[in-house]
C-alpha cells in the first residue's frame, strides 16, 4: 500500500513536499515514481527513482525545479517541488514497479490514492 501526503494549495513560486510511505511492499531493487494527472487526461511520468541504484529521473517540464528522493528507514519517496507554476496543478500520484524505471503509468502496479496539489 501506498500513501502520498504534503499536497496543498500554493502561490506559484512557491514549494511542496510530497511524501509517499509504503506499507507492506519491499522494493529493494525495483522502481518508484510520482506522476500527475490532469482533470480528463491520463496520468503522466513527473520523477522516476530506481532504488537500486539510486537515480533519479525527470520529466522536462519539472526538471530543475522537482527533487525525488527517499528515506528507507522510513520507507517514505518524497518529492520535493520548487518554483511551482500554474501548470503543475493536478493531482499527484506515487507508484511502485518490479522492475526498472518507466515513464508509462500502466507498467506501474502498485499506486497511492493521490494527493491535490493546486498552484495559483
Known amino acids: 500500500q501506498l500513501v502520498e501526503s504534503g499536497g496543498g494549495s500554493v502561490q506559484a513560486g512557491g514549494s511542496l513536499r510530497l511524501s509517499c510511505v509504503t506499507f507492506g511492499y519491499t522494493y529493494s531493487t525495483n522502481s518508484m515514481g510520482w506522476f500527475r494527472q490532469y482533470p480528463g487526461k491520463a496520468r503522466e511520468g513527473v520523477a522516476l527513482?530506481?532504488?537500486?541504484?539510486?537515480?533519479?529521473y525527470y520529466a522536462d517540464s519539472v526538471e530543475g525545479r522537482f527533487t525525488v528522493s527517499r528515506d528507507a528507514s522510513k520507507n517514505t519517496l518524497y518529492l520535493q517541488m520548487d518554483t511551482l507554476k500554474p501548470e503543475d496543478t493536478a493531482m499527484y500520484h506515487c507508484?511502485?514497479?518490479?522492475?526498472?524505471?518507466?515513464?508509462?503509468?500502466?507498467?506501474?502496479?502498485?499506486w497511492g490514492q493521490g494527493t491535490q496539489v493546486t498552484v495559483s
Open positions: 507508484a511502485a514497479r518490479d522492475g526498472n524505471c518507466n515513464w508509462l503509468a500502466g507498467k506501474y502496479g502498485y
Open positions: 527513482f530506481n532504488v537500486g541504484g539510486g537515480y533519479s
